[in-house]
């Protein structure tokens, strides 16, 4: 059952100083509703010594009995708080170093602790307070490699690429029998979840408990998996500059060319941090029965290759640089339909990436 547009609702986000959440706070406020918002301004992601914004309680989700005292009357949790891939940064492993290194588990046991048992206490937590509606932020990196044709017809969900076709330059996906070329196709939520990382499988394993626990009667939890977030966080977050887009506009701020791994082929989706609050929004504001994934993206795909081009452009800096080089493990293209969350959620992004990425780059107002 949908609720109608300017119902109040008391809404509990974690992870509420973050960069996501950042965003997402501040949008629920504007939308009328109740916020209590937790972080627990794990330094890691803050700094040292940083202090909470105004508004935010310093509260871990593990924390049985902060959360005894905050849980009674929310009518929505939203869960956002959580160790994300800039924490532990898979990609700073140099592959000119480890050629065609993996670092598969970098960082498992912090993800298990921070996003495993962190959902799993929320949830238990939430049980014994009578809070029956979740909205968990998760990740298009529970997919894993996207979906995929041949040119005769048929559906492929590939795994690995073949080490040797990667070390002359072949990076795109085969046909196992007939060699040929395998083109990308939208990934719908009912595909196969197959996490290439230790990040990516904990995600996996948050959307796995809030699927049990939505299998109560009248409790729902609706799982956004954001594709690739990019934009400026509200408060100073350490880990919004972690993502490729961000280190791009590193490099063009420092006069250097970004270097992309492979051919710089690579197909993704970018969506801006503010219309990913958005959809978060319409998530609290639509009361979904059971458990939903849906995918959260701009709908307008785009190569790594052309988000360099438009940041250097937008910046007046050197053209991007192809290196060859990649990771085994490296997704090739994934690119998820944002159909359902049209649907379902009345939710429509509003930033196309190829404004939004320029934007970004000279830090103006998309």
């Known amino acids: 059952m949908g609720v109608e547009p300017g119902e109040r609702s008391r809404v509990l986000v974690t992870g509420a100083a973050g960069f996501i959440g950042g965003h997402v706070r501040r949008a629920l406020t504007a939308a009328g509703h109740e916020v209590i918002a937790v972080d627990s301004m794990w330094e890691t992601v803050h700094g040292a010594d940083a202090e909470p914004p105004q508004g935010v309680s310093v509260v871990d989700v593990r924390d049985a009995d902060a959360l005894a005292e905050l849980l009674p009357g929310v009518d929505v949790v939203c869960h956002l708080a959580g160790a994300g891939p800039g924490v532990v940064d898979a990609e700073a492993v140099e592959p000119s170093r480890v050629p065609g290194g993996t670092d598969l588990m970098r960082g498992a046991s912090v993800f298990v602790a921070h996003n495993d048992g962190g ?53 795109d996906h085969r046909a196992p029998r007939t060699g040929d070329l395998l083109t990308w196709e939208p990934v719908g939520e009912d595909a196969p979840v197959r996490p290439r990382s230790a990040y990516a499988a904990s995600k996996a394993a948050q959307e796995n408990y809030a699927l049990a626990w939505a299998a109560q009667p009248g409790v729902s939890a609706t799982v956004l998996r954001y594709h690739h977030v990019y934009g400026e966080p509200v408060c100073p977050v350490r880990t919004a500059e972690t993502g490729v887009v961000a280190r791009f506009r590193a490099e063009l701020a420092a006069g250097r060319a970004p270097h992309l791994f492979e051919d710089g082929g690579q197909t993704r989706d970018f969506v801006h941090v503010r219309d990913v609050a958005a959809a978060t929004v319409a998530a609290v504001r639509h009361d979904l029965p059971g458990f939903v994934p849906l995918n959260i993206a701009s709908g307008r795909p785009i190569t790594v290759w052309q988000v360099a081009s438009l940041l250097a452009e937008a910046l007046g800096g050197p053209d991007p640089v192809v290196t060859g080089r990649y990771r085994a493990t490296d997704v090739r293209h994934l690119v998820a339909n944002p159909g359902r969350a049209r649907r379902a959620l009345d939710f429509t992004p509003r930033i196309p990436p190829a404004r939004g990425l320029a934007a970004y780059a000279t830090g103006t107002h998309p």
């Open 119 to 171: 959902t799993a206490a929320l949830l238990a937590a939430m049980e014994r307070a009578g809070v029956r509606r979740l909205v968990l932020a998760s990740s298009v990196a529970v997919y894993g490699e996207g979906r995929y044709r041949g040119m005769r017809g048929g559906v492929f969900h590939p795994g690995m690429r073949r080490r040797r076709d990667l070390d002359r330059g072949m990076f």
